[in-house]
C-alpha cells in the first residue's frame, strides 16, 4: 500500500482539527460507551454482558464481530493517524496496514467449532467453552490493533474483556474501544461485553490482575509485565518481548532477501517485536546484500564514524535504549547528528561486531546492525545466542532446506519466517491468520478465539451411531 507523504499530511491534520470534539467525548462519561470510571464498574459491567452473551446465539456473536470489523474498517484512518499523534510511534501508513490486518485476518466463531468422536461405547462431544471475563493489557506499540486483534478473538469465543491499556496511547485506545463497543450494541449485543477505565495506570492494571471476578489475564507487552500476570494466580497469557534475528546464507535469492529485511526491518518503524532486529549474514555474499539493501532506495548504509554517533545517540550510559528514539522515522533519528535524508528512506543500516550493543538489544527503531559470520552453522549458533532463550521470531533467507531445518530446530521460536519479510508471520503477504498477541513465554504461539477456551467435554455412553 503505498500512500504519499502529502496524503498522511493532510489526513493527520484532519483528525488534529478534530481533537477537541473527541477530547470533550473522552472526559463525558457518557454512561455505556465502554469506558468506565473505575475497575469495579468495568468488571461488573462485563460479567453481566458475558452472561447474556451465553444466551445468545453463535449466529448473533458473528453479527457483532462482523460489525467489529466494519467500524475498524471504516475509521482506520483517523485511528491510525490518533495513534501516531499521541504515541509518536511508528508511520501512519503501516498502522492503517496494522489495522486492515487485524480486522480482517483474525478469526471468528469458525475457530471453536466443536469436534465429535463416536465409537463402540457411544459418543464424545468437546466444545470449546468461554473463561468469563478477561483482563487484558495492551501496549503503546500497537494501541489499535491488539485492542482490535483481542477483542475480536475473546469476544468470539464468548468472553467479555476489561481492558487496561497504556497510560501513554489511553486517548487512542479508549477511543477503539468506544467504535467497538457502540458496534457490538447497536447490532443488539450486550453492553459492557467490552471496556475499559477512563484512566488507566499500574495501579487500574494491578486491580484488574487481582480481581476475583477476572477469569483470565492477558498481556501484552515486555517481561515485566508478563512476569506480573504469571505471579497473578490466574490463568495467565504472556506476550513478551523479542529480539529477531535475520540469517541469510550463500544460497539465499541475495536481491528478495535485501528487500524483504529493509521492508520487514521498517516497517511501523521496528516497534513491531516480530521486526528484523540484526541481520547476521555469510561473508562470502555480505557485500552483495549490503549493496542491494542499499539498491532498494530505502536504506542508508552509515560509515563507521556515523555508525559510532548513532550508537551513541540511541544506547544509554547505562546500555540500554533511549526511550526518545523508539519507534521514530530515520530521518529524526539521523538528524541528531547532522545527517539529512529524503522522505524515501525508512531504515539506516551499518556493519557491526559481534558485541555490538544493538546486535543484543531489542532496539524498537529502523537502525539495523549487520554481523558477517564465517559460514551458516557459525550464523545459526550466533543467531541463537542473540535471540537469547525468547522464542519469538527468527527469519531465515536460504535456498538450502538443510540450513533452514538446523536453523529452526535450534533456535526454536514461535514464528519462523523463510524467505520473506518478517511481517509475513503475522499474515501480512503470508498465510495463515494474524495475531498482535503472540505468547511465546507461556506456550499458545499466535492466539485466536480458541486461545481464550477451555475445553469441556460431554460423554453420552449409549451407543449413537447409524453405522
Known amino acids: ?13 484532519k483528525v488534529l482539527e478534530n481533537l477537541v470534539s473527541e477530547e470533550e467525548l473522552s472526559i463525558s462519561g457518557a454512561s455505556g460507551d465502554g469506558v468506565c470510571q473505575t475497575v469495579e464498574e468495568a468488571v461488573a459491567g462485563a460479567v453481566q454482558a458475558q452472561k447474556k452473551l451465553t444466551s445468545m446465539t453463535l449466529g448473533q456473536r458473528d453479527q457483532m464481530i462482523a460489525a467489529m470489523r466494519k467500524v475498524s474498517l471504516d475509521n482506520n484512518e483517523t485511528m491510525s493517524a490518533m495513534a501516531v499523534r499521541e504515541t509518536k510511534l511508528g508511520r501512519f501508513e503501516d498502522k492503517v496496514k496494522e489495522n486492515i490486518l487485524c480486522s480482517t485476518k483474525t478469526p471468528g466463531t469458525e475457530d471453536i467449532h466443536p469436534e465429535a468422536k463416536s465409537g463402540d461405547d ?10 468469563g471475563v478477561i483482563g487484558s493489557l495492551t501496549p503503546i506499540t500497537n494501541p489499535t490493533g491488539t485492542i482490535i486483534h483481542n477483542a475480536i478473538s475473546m469476544i468470539a469465543a464468548g468472553n467479555a474483556v476489561v481492558f487496561n491499556p497504556h497510560p501513554g496511547a489511553r486517548e487512542t485506545s479508549t477511543g477503539m474501544i468506544r467504535l467497538l463497543h457502540k458496534a457490538i450494541v447497536e447490532v443488539g449485543g450486550p453492553p459492557g461485553l467490552i471496556s475499559s477505565v477512563s484512566q488507566p495506570t499500574m495501579d487500574t492494571a494491578k486491580e484488574i490482575m487481582a480481581h476475583p471476578k477476572v477469569n483470565m489475564l492477558v498481556v501484552t507487552g515486555g517481561k515485566a509485565a508478563v512476569n506480573a500476570v504469571l505471579r497473578s494466580g490466574k490463568k495467565a497469557i504472556g506476550a513478551g518481548a523479542g529480539n529477531p534475528p535475520v540469517l541469510v546464507d550463500e544460497t539465499a535469492n541475495i536481491r528478495k532477501a535485501a528487500k ?11 516497534i513491531f517485536c516480530t521486526c528484523e532486529k540484526e541481520v547476521i549474514v555469510v561473508t562470502e555474499i555480505a557485500d552483495c546484500l549490503i549493496k542491494f539493501m542499499q ?25 540500554g535504549i533511549n526511550p526518545a528514539f523508539i519507534g521514530k522515522n ?12 529524503g522522505e524515501e528512506f525508512r531504515l539506516a543500516i551499518f556493519e557491526a561486531d559481534k558485541d555490538h550493543p544493538l546486535v543484543w538489544l531489542e532496539q524498537m527503531m529502523p537502525i539495523m546492525p549487520i554481523v558477517r559470520v564465517a559460514d551458516v552453522q ?11 532463550g525468547n522464542r519469538h521470531t527468527a527469519i531465515m533467507h536460504s535456498t ?17 519466517v ?4 518478517s511481517y509475513a508471520g503475522l499474515g501480512l503477504g503470508g498465510e495463515g491468520h494474524t495475531s498482535f498477541t503472540i505468547a511465546g513465554p507461556t506456550g499458545e504461539g499466535l492466539t485466536s478465539a480458541r486461545t481464550y477456551t477451555r475445553q469441556r467435554r460431554c460423554t453420552l455412553v449409549e451407543s449413537f451411531r447409524i453405522i
Do not use: C, W
Open 122 to 131: 457411544g459418543l464424545t462431544l468437546l466444545e470449546h467453552a468461554p473463561v
Open 378 to 388: 557459525e550464523g545459526i549458533d550466533f543467531a541463537v545466542e542473540v535471540e537469547q
Open 295 to 319: 539498491e532498494t532506495g530505502k536504506a542508508r548504509l552509515l560509515t563507521p564514524h556515523e555508525a559510532k554517533q548513532v550508537t551513541a545517540l540511541v544506547v544509554t550510559r547505562e546500555g
Open 330 to 341: 530515520v530521518q529524526v533519528i539521523l538528524k541528531e547528528v547532522g545527517i539529512e535524508l
Open 260 to 270: 524483504s529485511i529493509v521492508d520487514g526491518a521498517s516497517i511501523n518503524n521496528n
Open 418 to 421: 523463510k524467505n520473506g519479510p
Open 400 to 416: 538450502n532446506v538443510d540450513n533452514m531445518t538446523a536453523f529452526a530446530r535450534a533456535v526454536q521460536t514461535t514464528l519462523f
Open 1 to 13: 500500500m503505498d500512500i504519499n507523504q502529502d496524503y498522511v499530511t493532510t489526513v493527520i491534520q
